[in-house]
């Protein structure tokens, strides 16, 4: 049943106040380390880290390296097509016992200055929310006063995603040290510099680096926790891959008052085809494109443990109704997307023209699930657009192509899968995690059975055949990926203080 309009607006009115994050833990032994290192946060956010400058990612690199060789760490360079991927392996504690691999990325998204509300947004800084006026910078050295607020934030590229965990990492790291504790399993961290950009060259390097890589187990540092703000835990996610579709209309652009009822319109074709892949309700049409996709009561019992609330989302993403390919929002990402990303035909706005467009394009992408297969679901995408009468072509189409077809579409589906995992709630892997977060924050965490996003970690899962769960510590309204990205400072030392759980409690 839909979620009606007059639903959402009742919601709102009686929306209360989001559950904020719990106040700084000062009594936990982390809490003066993770203190201390935000002066070395600080200075690693001071590097530039698109992927697209490789001699800044350089210095990333040649930092990362400095940070995990001081700490005791055995660097491995394993070079790629483009940017190397670093491997950090700490000395075999005990053959007998499991290795678990750490991955972290250390790339960020590019920055347009313009739309940050500050100089630079590689110069990180220290803001809290004022009533009157928004995020308002404060001094570092309010820091130094002792009177922490959780609830002020850390401004700039990467805070939240994905450098700030890695410098959770080592500060938890020294903190173990320092107290003379053995780390309980046998440890390897791999950084991946180029995730930003979809991890390019990742599968090959994985598959050439098997052996240096094998681990049983591997934990993903990434993305943001529950909005709640619970301690989070990730089972899976979601893979993906994409197709670009071009509807072809006359050679060139037409005068519309010439030629218009007369020359079929590309663009208004195309949007017909790709209103034929979906119901009003937002379901895909093509057969058997959910195949394979069973939630049983169970599932449906661990989807509905996850603490959403529906309204308040709907609500913040500024909709009326949901599409119905699920009856929730974690029973929807449970199922393979079919997704419109873009489309472009012709000129708009002050740019328009009087014209019947030659093509129309739309590029699409396709989030899969376990039970999906990718290669499969672009078939079937290909199938229906033939079914649709449309003659496909590899290239633009010949003048004796345009001439004896009166459909012709041009598909691209060469770019990759990514593939999806999940791992069970009751694997010897999830079942340590749970039980670390269970103790360390004591009330059991949130379980998603999958992300919604999709993550370029699945080389390590299929290749290393190793079951992975991931681990987000940031706070969901970071803005990942947009400007003004920012960490919560009472995330960055829960998040010290998750790191050093995991790697202090056994198996």
Excluded at 50 to 64: G, L, Q, S, V
Excluded at 210 to 222: F, G, K, N, P, S
Excluded at 337 to 360: C, D, F, H, K, Y
Aim: glycine letters at 6%.
């Amino acid at each position: 049943m839909k979620t009606s309009h007059y639903t959402v607006i009742l919601a709102c009115l009686l929306l209360p106040c989001l559950l904020r994050g719990q106040a700084i833990d000062e009594q936990h032994v982390t809490y003066a380390p993770a203190l201390a290192s935000l002066d070395e946060l600080k200075a690693f956010l001071a590097i530039p880290n698109d992927a697209n400058y490789p001699e800044d990612i350089a210095k990333n690199y040649t930092r990362c390296d400095e940070l995990l060789t001081g700490s005791g760490f055995k660097v491995q360079r394993l070079e790629t097509a483009s940017v190397p991927l670093l491997l950090a392996t700490y000395p075999k504690v005990d053959a007998e016992k499991p290795t678990v691999l750490f991955y972290f990325h250390i790339d960020g998204q590019p920055v347009d200055p313009s739309f940050w509300f500050q100089e630079d947004p590689y110069a990180a800084v220290l803001k809290e929310q004022q009533e009157a006026e928004g995020w308002v910078t404060i001094d570092w050295e309010r820091l130094a006063t002792g009177k922490l607020d959780p609830e002020w934030r850390i401004f700039g590229r990467s805070s939240s995603d994905d450098k700030s965990p890695f410098i959770m990492f080592l500060v938890a790291w020294e903190t173990l040290a320092q107290e003379g504790k053995t780390l309980p399993y046998n440890l390897k961290v791999i950084l991946d510099f180029e995730e930003e950009k979809g991890s390019p060259n990742l599968a090959a390097g994985v598959l050439a680096n098997q052996e240096a890589l094998a681990a049983d187990m591997l934990l993903i540092y990434d993305g943001p926790k529950h909005p709640s703000n619970r301690p989070t835990i990730a089972y899976g996610a979601r893979g993906i891959t994409s197709m670009t579709i071009k509807v072809f209309g006359p050679t060139f652009p037409l005068h519309s008052g010439h030629y218009g009822n007369y020359a079929p319109n590309p663009a208004l074709r195309l949007c017909q085809l790709l209103a034929s892949m979906k119901d009003e309700e937002g379901r895909v049409t093509i057969p058997g494109y959910y195949d394979g996709v069973v939630l049983d009561e169970k599932t449906k019992a661990i989807l509905a443990a996850v603490p959403d609330n529906e309204q308040e989302l709907m609500v913040k993403l500024g909709i009326g109704e949901t599409d119905q390919v699920g009856a929730t929002y974690q029973e929807s990402i449970q199922y393979p997307s079919l997704n419109i990303r873009g489309m472009l035909s012709a000129w708009v706005g002050q740019e328009a023209r009087t014209i019947v467009p030659a093509t129309a394009v739309a590029e699409l992408d396709l989030r899969l699930v376990v039970e999906s297969d990718g290669e499969r679901l672009r078939n079937l995408v290909r199938q229906h657009i033939e079914d649709q009468g449309y003659y496909i072509t590899e290239a633009a189409p010949t003048s004796r192509e345009r001439v004896l077809y009166p459909k012709i579409c041009q598909v691209n589906d060469e770019r990759g899968v990514t593939k999806a995992f999940r791992t069970d709630f009751d694997s010897p892997l999830g079942t340590w995690v749970f039980t670390t977060f269970q103790d360390l924050f004591g009330e059991d965490p949130i379980r998603l059975r999958t992300m919604g996003g999709t993550l370029p970690t699945s080389p390590f899962i299929t290749t290393l055949n190793v079951p992975a769960v991931v681990i987000p510590l940031v706070n969901s309204d970071n803005n990942q990926h947009s400007p003004n990205e920012n960490l919560r400072l009472g995330n960055y030392f829960d998040g010290v203080k998750t790191m050093y759980g995991l790697l202090s409690r056994s198996f």
